[in-house]
């Protein structure tokens, strides 16, 4: 088969692949072998593919043409979600659109970064203190809009996202300590605004025997969970902890536990080796990317998917806070997927048409 001519990475396709058909495995079981809820992930995970086939096609100079349009839009849709948002589970992220539910702060993943890759892009490198301050903007306004809805962990994404295509553009190191003093001087004010089963997450990060039946529930269960599994694991369907309802959002974030305690810590360093692939993959796509907009917009993709993965592990095994963040390919939900694979199409267009043109 010719790859080239379908605009596809054989790497990242076939690791996507890969932690596609693991996945199936594992919702089934961390969802009680509920056949509708593995149903209802393949056809998403069938969606996303033909998603990313789909935007694979697109030269990256359409991406690069749409880039404000698609800002503009989800700027719109957040505060759509605002007003008329869909609540659930104490939250307001969703807008209902008949026969599916879709979450506008999803799309900001990308659109942030392309904006800022667009914008960044129009001038020379490294990018001067006025047009720094403005990126700085379009990067924090939906990301304190995703927070008031409130989606923690989605508002962090979309703000490393920026953060990315700014590291990347090549600022100075007197700006990025500035930058870093500013952080660390903001964080009392943050600290303040946030909600405070958020600040309790974070406390619970230290100690979470504290409240071992309240906050560090999650926390517990979890980290039972990795450890149970041993070095082998217990074997598919056998996840304990997730069949005997202990653990919390068995499908969805707290996926890694099931997985990490049915295939123990060979299976999990398997997965790991499968996500650090596709992150190397997609930084080579983005060193070899011909113009500043694609390397500093596959740059940044590559890094937030990191980010995900990285986060996502990180507090089911208790070493970060718990913010919402779902295990990318893995986890059940139809918009997460789907943005994932508009990613990775994106990334497979910068690849297979910059070695079309030279």
């Known amino acids: 088969m010719d790859w080239q001519r379908l605009h596809l990475d054989k790497t990242l396709l076939f690791a996507l692949l890969g932690l ?23 056809m998403r995970l069938l969606l996303g593919f033909a998603v990313l086939i789909m935007v694979a096609q697109l030269r990256p100079e359409i991406i690069e043409r749409w880039a404000p349009y698609i800002f503009i839009g989800g700027m719109l849709l957040l505060m759509a979600v605002l007003t008329i948002g869909v609540i659930g589970k104490g939250a307001q992220r969703w807008l209902n659109l008949g026969l599916f539910r879709f979450q506008p702060s999803e799309l900001m993943k990308l659109a942030v970064p392309m904006m800022l890759a667009w914008f960044l892009a129009r001038d020379t490198l490294p990018p001067t203190l006025l047009r720094l301050a403005a990126a700085f903007f379009m990067m924090v306004v939906p990301a304190f809009m995703i927070m008031k809805q409130p989606d923690l962990g989605t508002a962090l994404l979309v703000f490393g996202a920026g953060t990315f295509v700014l590291f990347l553009a090549g600022i100075r190191w007197r700006i990025i300590l500035l930058l870093l003093t500013a952080s660390v001087i903001a964080v009392p004010f943050a600290w303040n605004h946030l909600h405070d089963y958020q600040r309790q997450r974070v406390l619970t990060m230290f100690n979470p025997e504290a409240d071992p039946l309240g906050t560090g529930y999650h926390t517990i269960q979890a980290m039972i969970a990795v450890g149970s599994g041993g070095i082998y694991g217990k074997g598919w369907l056998n996840s304990s902890q997730a069949h005997l309802d202990y653990l919390p959002e068995s499908s969805t974030d707290f996926i890694f536990a099931v997985f990490a305690e049915e295939f123990g810590l060979i299976g999990s360093l398997l997965l790991v080796a499968i996500y650090t692939l596709i992150v190397a993959r997609s930084l080579l796509i983005a060193y070899l990317a011909k113009d500043t907009f694609t390397r500093l917009l596959a740059g940044s993709l590559s890094l937030t998917f990191f980010l995900s993965f990285f986060v996502n592990m990180g507090m089911v095994t208790g070493i970060l806070p718990i913010v919402g963040i779902p295990l990318p390919v893995m986890s059940y939900g139809g918009t997460s997927i789907v943005t994932i694979m508009t990613t990775f199409g994106i990334l497979m267009s910068i690849q297979t048409h910059r070695k079309i043109t030279e």
């Open 20 to 42: 596609a058909v693991i996945s199936l495995f594992v919702v089934y079981s961390g969802s009680a072998k509920d056949v509708n809820a593995t149903l209802g992930h393949f």
